[in-house]
């Protein structure tokens, strides 16, 4: 595995490690603020056993008016004890609105982190190759989502090339144009590999130089494709 790959594993794997500790402490946190609230909330039907009991104590209140303003506490209390209920419910939900919210604000940073680190190893390495498909017939070589026009010797040594890198294998000048020419390795040199080498790499790297970098726009002439804020003259 190139390493690359093994970086790019490595922050993928610290990254989930980093969501799933957020998640669970965020959770923890959480439960434990909604139990402190729930407990230091007091009871619901608090106010109504002050009532009964005022009534148990008071067996000589008999007159009406003391009997309905018991009655009229009796039913504060109630309303009281719905109040209460009410706010544990709401208190409930905004709980669980914080916690979807703060999840999701780690998940979205944590995948900003893993983004940026991504795009300063892309802008280390350069091009980002994440599919690569020669295509004989036409002549062309399609990299990512681009396509660039070779002559049949640069295909021959792209396909070389590419079916030593399927395989693990590296091969040297000599090879490359034993497998080309179809002559023995001991009849050919390195610098017939070494110059069809070089031509590709002239053919393709002209093609990506003026797709990715100098663009020719028709009947108008070049242009770096580029954003100019980024231009520095020394």
Same mark, same amino acid.
């Given at each position: 595995?190139?390493?690359?790959?093994?970086?790019?594993?490595?922050?993928?794997?610290?990254?989930?490690?980093?969501?799933?500790?957020?998640?669970?402490?965020?959770?923890?946190?959480?439960?434990?603020?909604?139990?402190?609230?729930?407990?230091?909330?007091?009871?619901?039907?608090?106010?109504?056993?002050?009532?009964? !009991?005022?009534?148990?104590?008071?067996?000589?209140?008999?007159?009406?008016?003391?009997?309905? @303003?018991?009655?009229?506490? #009796?039913?504060?209390?109630?309303?009281?004890?719905?109040?209460?209920?009410? /706010?544990?419910?709401?208190?409930?939900? @905004?709980?669980?609105?914080?916690?979807?919210?703060?999840?999701? $604000? @780690?998940?979205?940073?944590?995948?900003?982190?893993?983004?940026?680190?991504?795009?300063?190893?892309?802008? !280390?390495?350069?091009?980002?190759?994440?599919?690569?498909?020669?295509?004989?017939?036409?002549?062309?070589? /399609?990299?990512?989502?681009?396509?660039?026009?070779?002559?049949?010797?640069?295909?021959?040594?792209?396909?070389?090339?590419?079916?030593?890198?399927?395989?693990?294998?590296?091969?040297?000048?000599?090879?490359?144009? #034993?497998?080309?020419?179809?002559?023995?390795?001991?009849?050919?040199?390195? #610098?017939?590999? $070494?110059? !069809?080498?070089?031509?590709? !790499?002239?053919?393709?790297?002209?093609?990506?130089?003026?797709?990715?970098?100098?663009?020719?726009?028709?009947?108008?002439? /070049?242009?770096? $494709?580029?954003?100019?804020?980024?231009?520095?003259? @020394?």
């Amino acid at each position: 595995m190139a390493p690359n790959d093994v970086s790019v594993s490595e922050s993928r794997r610290s990254g989930t490690r980093i969501v799933v500790g957020g998640i669970a402490a965020i959770v923890a946190i959480l439960i434990a603020v909604g139990g402190v609230l729930m407990f230091t909330l007091p009871d619901a039907n608090a106010f109504n056993a002050r009532v009964e !009991r005022i009534f148990v104590e008071n067996d000589q209140l008999t007159a009406d008016a003391e009997l309905k @303003l018991l009655e009229v506490l #009796a039913q504060s209390g109630t309303a009281f004890a719905d109040v209460l209920t009410s /706010y544990r419910i709401i208190i409930l939900i @905004l709980l669980l609105f914080a916690a979807a919210l703060m999840v999701a $604000a @780690l998940v979205f940073l944590v995948m900003l982190v893993m983004l940026n680190r991504r795009m300063a190893q892309i802008e !280390r390495s350069g091009i980002e190759v994440s599919s690569l498909i020669i295509s004989r017939e036409e002549n062309t070589v /399609y990299l990512n989502t681009m396509g660039f026009k070779l002559t049949d010797a640069m295909i021959e040594t792209l396909s070389v090339l590419a079916e030593a890198r399927l395989d693990d294998e590296m091969l040297t000048g000599a090879q490359i144009e #034993a497998m080309i020419s179809g002559k023995s390795e001991a009849d050919c040199d390195e #610098a017939s590999g $070494a110059t !069809r080498i070089k031509r590709l !790499r002239d053919g393709l790297g002209n093609q990506i130089v003026s797709e990715l970098l100098v663009k020719n726009i028709a009947r108008r002439g /070049y242009v770096l $494709a580029i954003d100019k804020g980024v231009i520095e003259m @020394l």
